[in-house]
């Protein structure tokens, strides 16, 4: 069986520094796409949470 395809955002363009994701049984697979080998691998439910905690400044005073 062949795996699924990683998708990058398309403001990637044609630049290599991007992150890609892909859906593997039901999870969400997420890389760096020049550190392919290092897959963060998580829920629909706890990325759709990181990426609305991001999307409300609650991680801002990290950076």
């Not at 630049?15 to 999870?27: L, Q, W, Y």
């Not at 392919?36 to 400044?57: D, S, V, W």
């Amino acid at each position: 069986m062949r795996s699924p395809e990683w998708q990058k955002s398309s403001y990637s363009a044609a630049n290599n520094e991007c992150v890609e994701v892909r859906t593997v049984a039901g999870a969400i697979e997420l890389r760096e796409s020049d550190e392919g080998h290092t897959i963060l691998r998580t829920t629909p439910t706890t990325l759709a949470a990181l990426l609305h905690g991001l999307k409300a400044g609650e991680f801002d005073h990290h950076a």
